[in-house]
Structure formats: structure tokens, C-alpha cells
């Protein structure tokens, strides 16, 4: 019988050979090289998280999965990075069984909590509470046929944004894209841009925290292929008028911090840097780019097909397990009480919308 042990450690104690033994399972278990499932993402928000670890699971000493997640109070534990994270779970060796319980009682957890569970994540799924849309554009087979194919599904949509990538031009000046840019002013404005679009929503801001902005530098100045920050800028006239810090591994490139200058807006830069985005991506050897969970019009329009990711927690018996019913259970219940309600979805944006307007001025 195998000896088996749970080793828990800080994730920049992980070395080399463990991280290449993570990304080995991984593709073993034939699961996409999401980024924010890679050992550089756990690392980085080990640098700007003290309570991030991740639980290696060992069979006669040999690595057999990775287990990365975040400690609070009361052992109260989440998905390392939740948040930010679009993809969440463990990287588990095919076929390994466990019990989650007694993965978390090993962590000292009394809960795990998740909102992006990636799907295959079978020792957690009996325990998703929600399945939330995950829209991705397959680029596999190169921008072309993408762009044939989004002609055929929604025409009107390309024509009107490079019709207006046109009008920028002229009216502005010269349009040019950098899809790798390295440039600080341009991550700046980036930040303020998404900064003024989340308080004018009405929702929390997130580079107000500062964990948050802190681990958005690092991974943006990251130079592992396997997963590292990937900024693209959009100038007209010589000024950057939209940019997107994406999260990247050598063939899955993660939506994740779009945003564009609203006095440039009636031109749809957002759209017209994606469009650059896709192009440049799919040259570079991208074969998905993930969009990620939530609604958008924009996203109907330009997916290919849906992935499926998971909300919920696992929950051990003991006061730390009631404590987290207690605290998180009923926000989670309403949230998707309101997002099976679209009327009612709705009219809360509106509402949020008003109130960071009247915050605003």
C-alpha cells in the first residue's frame, strides 16, 4: 500500500521540479493550459496573499497533485487567488480518489470556497451549488476563419466596429495596436480607466485593493511562457484609447482587465483592440481565448462555443464550516437568486448604475 501524505507549503517554496511535475499532470489529465491554473499565478499571489499555500499530495514521496488555495480566519479557506481567478481547482494525477473533507482537514480548512470552478474538477463538482456560462472563442484554426465564420453569425457586428476603426482614424489620427506593449503609462491608464468604469457601475473597485493591484504588476511584468501578463494597447493619434491586461500559457490567452477611455467611446475602442487582439493571437500560437463568466453583449456576439465553470463550497462540520454558512451562504443565495431572474438581474445594474453615478458627482 502506497504511503500517501499531504505536504502544505508556501507557494514560492515550490521549486523548479515541482512546478514541472504540476504542469506534467495537468496535461495528463487533458485539461487546458489555463494560466490561472499554473504554479506562477499560485506564486504571484503568494506574494501579495500571506495566507496562499498549496497542499502537494504525495505518494512514496512522489508528487501526485497540487492543491493551491488561500487561508482565513477560522480556517476558512477559498480558491487561491478568488476574485481575479477564472479557473479554480486542484491538478490532480488521473484516476487519484480522494476525499475532499479530509483534503481540507489535512489543510487545516474547515471550508473551501469557489466561484470559477473549472469543469473535469470531479472532487469538487458534487459540491458546486451553481453552472455559470463560460463563452470562449476557439482560434485553432486562425483568425481568417474566425472572422468567416463571425461574418456568418454576426455581420453586422464586425462591420460596424472596423467601419469604426475607420472613423477613428481619421477623426483622431493615426490608429496603431501593440500586442505585447511594455508600457507603464499605458498600464496606468488602464487601471484608471477600470477603476472609473467599476465605481460608475456601482461595483466594488478592484484596484482600490491593494492586493489586487500589486499582484496585476507582477504578473504584467512576468516573463514566464507559461503563464505571464500579456498587455495590449490600442493608440489613435499617438495616445493609448483602449488596452487589456490579459493572463496568458502558450495556447490559452484569459480575458481579464479590458478597458478604454470614455471620451474616445462612441468609437467602440474596447472592441476594435480585441478584434487586433484576436489576430495577433491567433499568429502567436493562441488556440482559446477564455472570456470568462458573466454577462456581456459583446461576448454573445463573438464566442464560438460555452464552457461550463462552477460556484459553491465545501463545507466541513464544526464551527468554522457554521461560521462560513453563516457569513457567506445567504449573499450567495440572493446572487443567484438575482442572476436566475433576468428582469430582476436588470433592474439591480440600473440600480447600481444610479448609485455610482450619484457617488460620482
Known amino acids: 500500500m502506497p504511503d500517501k501524505r499531504v505536504l502544505v507549503l508556501r507557494p514560492d517554496e515550490l521549486g523548479p521540479s515541482e512546478h514541472k511535475t504540476w504542469r506534467h499532470l495537468r496535461a495528463e489529465g487533458g ?16 506574494r501579495v496573499r500571506p495566507g496562499a499555500r498549496v497542499a502537494v499530495l504525495q505518494e512514496d514521496g512522489t508528487p501526485v497533485g497540487f ?9 476558512q479557506g477559498r480558491a487561491i487567488g478568488l476574485g481575479v481567478s477564472d479557473s479554480q481547482g486542484a491538478v490532480l494525477r ?6 475532499p473533507r479530509r483534503l481540507l482537514a489535512a489543510c487545516g480548512l474547515s471550508s473551501w470556497e469557489f466561484d470559477s470552478l473549472q469543469a473535469g474538477q470531479h472532487l469538487f463538482l458534487p459540491h458546486a451549488v451553481e453552472e455559470l456560462a463560460d463563452p470562449v472563442i476557439d482560434l485553432a484554426e486562425g483568425y481568417q476563419h474566425y472572422t468567416g465564420r463571425l461574418r456568418s453569425t454576426s455581420p453586422g457586428f464586425l462591420r460596424q466596429t472596423l467601419a469604426k476603426e475607420r472613423r477613428l482614424a481619421r477623426q483622431v489620427g493615426e490608429v496603431r495596436f501593440e500586442y505585447d506593449a511594455r508600457d507603464p503609462d499605458a498600464l496606468r491608464a488602464l487601471k484608471r480607466w477600470k477603476s472609473a468604469q467599476y465605481r460608475r457601475t ?20 512576468g516573463d514566464d511562457p507559461e503563464c505571464r501578463g500579456l498587455l495590449s494597447v490600442l493608440y489613435a493619434g499617438g ?36 478584434l487586433r487582439m484576436l489576430e495577433a493571437a491567433a499568429a502567436d500560437g493562441v488556440r482559446t481565448v477564455d472570456l470568462g463568466s458573466g454577462p456581456a453583449r459583446y461576448k454573445d456576439s463573438l464566442k464560438t462555443r460555452e464552457l461550463r465553470v462552477y460556484e459553491g463550497a465545501v463545507i466541513r462540520p464544526g464551527p468554522g464550516g457554521a461560521a462560513y454558512r453563516l457569513g457567506r451562504e445567504p449573499a450567495r443565495a440572493a446572487r443567484r437568486f438575482v442572476r ?22
Not at 436566475?340 to 458627482?361: D, H, N, S, Y
Open 31 to 46: 485539461a487546458p493550459e489555463n494560466p490561472f491554473l499554473d504554479p506562477v499565478f499560485a506564486t504571484a499571489v503568494g
Open 67 to 75: 492543491f493551491p488555495y488561500e487561508k482565513g480566519p477560522l480556517g
Open 94 to 99: 488521473p484516476g487519484l480518489r480522494l476525499d
Open 202 to 221: 456601482g461595483r466594488r473597485d478592484r484596484f482600490a485593493l491593494e492586493w489586487i493591484s500589486g499582484l496585476v504588476d507582477l504578473l504584467a511584468h
Open 239 to 274: 495616445r493609448p484609447v483602449a488596452a487589456h491586461l490579459g493572463l496568458r500559457s502558450p495556447t490559452v490567452l484569459s480575458w481579464w482587465f479590458p478597458a478604454y477611455d470614455r471620451d474616445h467611446g462612441r468609437y467602440s475602442p474596447g472592441l476594435i483592440l480585441l
Open 340 to 361: 436566475g431572474r433576468p428582469r430582476l438581474a436588470g433592474a439591480v445594474r440600473r440600480t447600481l448604475a444610479e448609485a455610482g453615478r450619484l457617488r460620482g458627482r
